[in-house]
């Protein structure tokens, strides 16, 4: 058998199969939460309101034609209220509908299995460290303040093929994890497929979101998975992590 074969059934449509499936979602189990919970007495950042201001370039297809990894960054910092569009731009709430929320991206049955951490360098007021996003309140969560920041993500990006280290020297790394159940819940064996191709829309809006502001991103698939989810605290089963993108200013 072509050694190609199992991986390649993996990216076909599944539909068939799923009409043969008895998922948990039909067999009544309950519902998983559609955030990860926090503690209350954790350190909750506010972000400023996004608006339009933001923005140095409006023009969509300015944006769209000029984008590019961007793996060379100025040492400027980001300011708060920049990060915060970039996380809604990825992540937001925009809506509510028979339950689920609706974001700024698409996703196969509003299924939203991702959080977003950020490792923060070079944030204006805010101290480098771990933080994770909680789109539901658009605030940001303190995980824990890290010493030795560039080292750790020197140590997670691994080696890099293009620039060496380049994400080290970024104001943000934004990582995406995912809670698989969210849409297995659902979706049962054909939500991996999903999955996949839902975290693609969330890393193009954090391109076009940074293009549309003079910041940079690089996408990032090379990366020590056993590090991070242990960084992060995550058990490597339930939730890991699934991608990750640096971003910082163009030079
Ligand atoms: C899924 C994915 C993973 C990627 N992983 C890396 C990476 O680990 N390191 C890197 O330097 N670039 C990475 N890239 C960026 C690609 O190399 C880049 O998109 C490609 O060379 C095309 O260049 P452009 O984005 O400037 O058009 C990745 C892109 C994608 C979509």
Redesign the pocket.
């Given at each position: 058998m072509n050694r190609y074969a199992e991986n390649r059934r993996f990216l076909k449509s599944n539909f068939s199969e799923f009409a043969t499936l008895k998922t948990d979602k039909m067999k009544g189990t309950p519902k998983p939460p559609e955030f990860k919970p926090y503690e209350p007495d954790s350190q909750i950042i506010d972000l400023p309101a996004v608006t339009e201001n933001i923005l140095t370039t409006q023009n969509i297809y300015t944006c769209i034609k000029e984008?590019?990894?961007?793996?060379f960054y100025s040492s400027e910092h980001l300011s708060l209220a920049e990060l915060s569009y970039l996380l809604w731009a990825t992540q937001g709430v925009t809506g509510v509908k028979g339950g689920l929320t609706l974001r700024t991206v698409p996703c196969s049955g509003a299924t939203h299995s991702f959080e977003t951490y950020l490792l923060i360098r070079n944030i204006e007021t805010i101290a480098q460290g771990l933080y994770r996003y909680l789109p539901q309140e658009h605030k940001l969560l303190l995980i824990s303040k890290l010493e030795e920041i560039e080292h750790k993500i020197n140590q997670i990006?691994l080696d890099?093929?293009?620039?060496p280290r380049?994400a080290s020297k970024a104001a943000v790394l934004f990582i995406w994890s995912t809670t698989p159940y969210r849409s297995e819940w659902k979706y049962d064996l054909t939500a991996h497929k999903k999955i996949l191709i839902d975290v693609?829309h969330v890393?193009q809006n954090l391109?076009l979101a940074s293009e549309s502001i003079g910041a940079g991103t690089?996408?990032?698939?090379?990366?020590d998975q056993a590090l991070i989810d242990q960084i992060l605290g995550l058990d490597g089963e339930e939730e890991f992590v699934l991608?990750?993108a640096a971003v910082g200013k163009k030079q």
């Amino acid at each position: 058998m072509n050694r190609y074969a199992e991986n390649r059934r993996f990216l076909k449509s599944n539909f068939s199969e799923f009409a043969t499936l008895k998922t948990d979602k039909m067999k009544g189990t309950p519902k998983p939460p559609e955030f990860k919970p926090y503690e209350p007495d954790s350190q909750i950042i506010d972000l400023p309101a996004v608006t339009e201001n933001i923005l140095t370039t409006q023009n969509i297809y300015t944006c769209i034609k000029e984008r590019r990894s961007t793996r060379f960054y100025s040492s400027e910092h980001l300011s708060l209220a920049e990060l915060s569009y970039l996380l809604w731009a990825t992540q937001g709430v925009t809506g509510v509908k028979g339950g689920l929320t609706l974001r700024t991206v698409p996703c196969s049955g509003a299924t939203h299995s991702f959080e977003t951490y950020l490792l923060i360098r070079n944030i204006e007021t805010i101290a480098q460290g771990l933080y994770r996003y909680l789109p539901q309140e658009h605030k940001l969560l303190l995980i824990s303040k890290l010493e030795e920041i560039e080292h750790k993500i020197n140590q997670i990006t691994l080696d890099q093929p293009f620039v060496p280290r380049f994400a080290s020297k970024a104001a943000v790394l934004f990582i995406w994890s995912t809670t698989p159940y969210r849409s297995e819940w659902k979706y049962d064996l054909t939500a991996h497929k999903k999955i996949l191709i839902d975290v693609g829309h969330v890393c193009q809006n954090l391109y076009l979101a940074s293009e549309s502001i003079g910041a940079g991103t690089c996408a990032i698939g090379i990366y020590d998975q056993a590090l991070i989810d242990q960084i992060l605290g995550l058990d490597g089963e339930e939730e890991f992590v699934l991608y990750l993108a640096a971003v910082g200013k163009k030079q």
